[in-house]
Structure formats: structure tokens, C-alpha cells
């Protein structure tokens, strides 16, 4: 018959099984609370985080599109500013080329003014005076001095403003050139979402940047680029216009003076030829006087022989009379009358001697006066030629070079200015 081995194992109290199935299932019941609790604090923290990070996504993404208007307004602002201030460069340079144009063409009336001082040195004689036209001539020199000083001084400040406004150009094209970039980066940035294929985790992407700046200092940098170049801009139109009123100045200045020296030239040049045109008739006076004194001479020569014939007569009347015979040699009527004869012809003959010698003198003041009146209608003649040289030459002023035509010639002497004493002056001077 078959026995039951027990085997050998630690038994358990009924109560200890009981108390361990209970611990089992409120256990069981515990974890399944703490479960349900951690469940539900996972899905609210999961809802909350989701909302939380999808509101912040989107509150950043609604900065990133107002900065990146913001930014863009800056941009189309500078936009705007650079092309005014371009415009502006090109003002101011050509402002200052007109300028420069100006200036170069105050050359040729100061080369004029000077060629005139220079020619009007050829003056001889009496005719070197400091009349008004070389006192107009003068004041012509220290005008276009004046003007060119002052135009000069306006091209100066107008080349260190365009130096000026290229550095500013520089600063706002560099500006310009950031934010451009900026909106690419920051236009970039909003184009991202979760499924770009270019976004990853990046090393300490919270660090601050070296050298950032704060948003106000952002704000203040550019700002401040656009107001100097607002500001400088408005000092370039100052410029330009004091750039225009410097030119349209200077030319009626010089304008002024132009017409003030030629009605000096003219003015001149009549008083010349009314004092040419007295010397001549004095001249031709003198001429005739003289050729009327050396006729009067020739017959005061004429009746002095005659009035020594009749003194030789007179004395050989007298002397042949001495050689009357005795008593016949008496003091007789005839002998008183002969004596009285010879007197008075030796009178007369002296008087005649001293007349026709205050005759000769007369004729020798006048042939010395003819000289000189002659050297001076030389000089006038001169002085006319040289002044009609300078108008003509001054007409370079008003004449198109290309058109300019002398109308002295300066080989011959002549001119073709309508003005009978000049002729006359040329041909006496050739």
C-alpha cells in the first residue's frame, strides 16, 4: 500500500495568506490611484505645455512678422533716403561743376582786363595818366578777383559737403545693406515650422551675442543716420542755393563793372578824339599861320634891301656932295634933307631889323609849338589806336569765341571802325 510523503516546505498561517491577498489588492487599487492621478497630471501638464508652447510659438512668430515690418519700414525709409541723398550728390556736384565753370570763365575777362592795363602801358608821353578808364580797369581786376575768391570758396564748401554726404551714404548703405540682410534672416526665421528639414538642436542657443545692442539703441543708431542725413541734405539745398546766388552775383558784378568800364572806354575815346580833333585844327591854324609869318618875313626881308638901297643911295648922295668945289661946298636944303633921309631910313631899318627879328622868333615859337602839337596828335593817335585795340579785344567778352573775328590789325595799324580820326591817326602813324 502505497504511503503519502510529506514534503519538508515552511507553512503559512491561514491569516498570513489572508493578510497578504488584502495587502495585494488595496495595494493594487493604490498604484492604480497614484496611476490615474500621475495619468491625469500628465495630461493636463501635456495640454498645457501643448497650449503653452503653441501660444508661444505663435506670440513669436507675431513679434517676428512686427519686427519684421518694423524692420522693412526702417528699410523702405532708408530706401527712400538714399535715393533723395543720391539725388541730392548729384545736385550738389553738379551745382559745384557750374561752380567751377564760373570760375574758369572769369579767365578770359581777367586775361582781357590785364591784356588792356598791358597795352594801355604803351601810352606815351602826356597820355600816361591815370584816367578812368584805367581806374575802371583796375577796379575790373579786383572785381573778378573778388568773384573768383568767392566762387572758389564756394566750390571748397561744396566739396567738403560731398565728402560729407558720401560718408553718410556709406553709413546708410551699410545700415541698409544689415537690414536687408535682417529681413532675410528674420524672414527665414518665420518661414520655419515643425517640418522644415533644417531645424536641429543648436549649443546654447540662449546665449547673448557679443556686442548686441538694446532695442532702443537699435532704434536710436538708425534714427540718428537718417535725421543727419535729413540734416545734412537740407545744408546741401542751403548750399546750393547760395552755390546759385554766389554765380548769378558774381556774373552782375562783373557784368556791372564790364559796362561801367567800356562807357569809360567810350567816354574816353570821344574825349580823345574831340582833343584830337583841336589839336588837328590847331594844327592846321598853326600851318597857316606859319606860311602867312614867312611870307610876311619874305616881304619884310624884301622892303629891308629896298630900305638899304635907298640908305645907299641916300649916303652916296651925301658923300658925293663932299666934293663940291669952294663955296659950293654950303649946308644947303638938299644937305639938311639927305642928313634927315639917311636918319630916318637908319630908324626905319633898325625898327624893320628888330621887327623882322621878333618875326623869326614868333615863327620859331610856332614851328616848336607845331611840333609839339604834332607829337602830341602822335600821341593821341596812339592812345586812340590802343584803346580801340582794347575794345576790340574786349569784345571776346561778349563774342562766341568761335565767332570772334579782331577787327584791329595789329601789322598795319588799321582798323575798321568808322571813325574818320582814327584813320587819319593810322595813317600817320604807318
Not at 35 to 41: A, L
Not at 223 to 234: H, T
Not at 286 to 300: A, F, G, M, V
Not at 309 to 323: D, F, P, V, W
Amino acid at each position: 500500500m502505497a504511503t503519502l510523503s510529506a514534503k519538508p516546505s515552511e507553512r503559512y498561517q491561514l491569516s498570513d495568506w489572508r493578510t497578504n491577498s488584502y495587502l495585494l489588492s488595496t495595494n493594487a487599487e493604490r498604484q492604480r490611484d497614484a496611476s490615474h492621478q500621475i495619468r491625469q497630471e500628465a495630461r493636463i501638464l501635456r495640454n498645457e505645455t501643448n497650449n503653452q508652447t503653441v501660444w508661444d510659438e505663435h506670440d513669436n512668430r507675431t513679434r517676428l512678422a512686427e519686427r519684421i515690418t518694423t524692420v522693412n519700414r526702417w528699410k523702405e525709409m532708408l530706401d527712400k533716403c538714399l535715393t533723395d541723398l543720391d539725388a541730392e550728390i548729384d545736385s550738389l556736384t553738379q551745382a559745384k561743376e557750374s561752380a567751377e565753370q564760373n570760375l574758369q570763365a572769369k579767365n578770359l575777362p581777367l586775361d582781357v582786363a590785364i591784356e588792356c592795363l598791358t597795352l594801355r602801358e604803351s601810352r606815351r608821353d602826356i597820355d600816361v595818366v591815370r584816367d578812368p578808364v584805367e581806374e575802371e580797369l583796375l577796379k575790373e581786376v579786383e572785381v573778378i578777383e573778388a568773384t573768383k575768391k568767392v566762387l572758389q570758396e564756394k566750390i571748397s564748401q561744396a566739396f567738403q559737403h560731398l565728402c560729407l554726404l558720401q560718408e553718410i551714404r556709406q553709413q546708410l548703405n551699410s545700415d541698409h545693406r544689415d537690414k536687408m540682410e535682417t529681413l532675410e534672416i528674420d524672414r527665414g526665421c518665420l518661414s520655419l515650422n515643425l517640418t522644415s528639414p533644417n531645424i536641429s538642436l543648436k549649443v546654447n542657443p540662449t546665449r547673448i551675442p557679443k556686442d548686441s545692442t538694446t532695442l532702443q539703441q537699435w532704434d536710436d543708431f538708425t534714427r540718428f543716420n537718417k535725421n543727419r542725413a535729413d540734416e545734412e541734405m537740407k545744408g546741401a539745398i542751403e548750399l546750393r542755393e547760395a552755390i546759385a546766388l554766389a554765380i548769378a552775383q558774381t556774373n552782375n558784378e562783373l557784368e556791372a563793372q564790364r559796362v561801367a568800364t567800356e562807357f569809360a572806354f567810350r567816354k574816353r575815346l570821344r574825349e580823345m578824339e574831340s582833343f584830337y580833333s583841336e589839336l588837328k585844327w590847331q594844327e592846321k591854324n598853326t600851318l597857316e599861320e606859319i606860311d602867312e609869318l614867312q611870307r610876311d618875313i619874305r616881304r619884310l626881308e624884301e622892303d629891308l634891301r629896298r630900305k638899304m638901297m635907298n640908305l645907299k643911295l641916300a649916303h652916296t648922295r651925301l658923300e658925293s656932295r663932299t666934293y663940291r668945289p669952294n663955296v659950293e661946298l654950303c649946308r644947303d636944303q638938299t644937305q639938311y634933307g639927305l642928313i634927315d633921309e639917311v636918319h630916318q631910313l637908319e630908324a626905319t631899318i633898325n625898327t624893320m631889323k628888330q621887327k623882322l627879328a621878333q618875326t623869326q622868333d614868333a615863327l620859331n615859337a610856332l614851328f616848336k609849338h607845331l611840333a609839339r602839337i604834332q607829337a602830341d596828335i602822335a600821341c593821341k593817335a596812339n592812345t586812340m589806336l590802343l584803346d580801340t585795340k582794347c575794345m576790340d579785344t574786349r569784345r571776346k567778352l561778349t563774342v562766341p569765341a568761335e565767332k570772334f573775328v579782331p577787327q584791329v590789325d595789329t601789322f598795319t595799324r588799321t582798323t575798321n571802325r568808322t571813325l574818320s580820326p582814327l584813320k587819319v591817326c593810322h595813317l600817320e602813324l604807318a
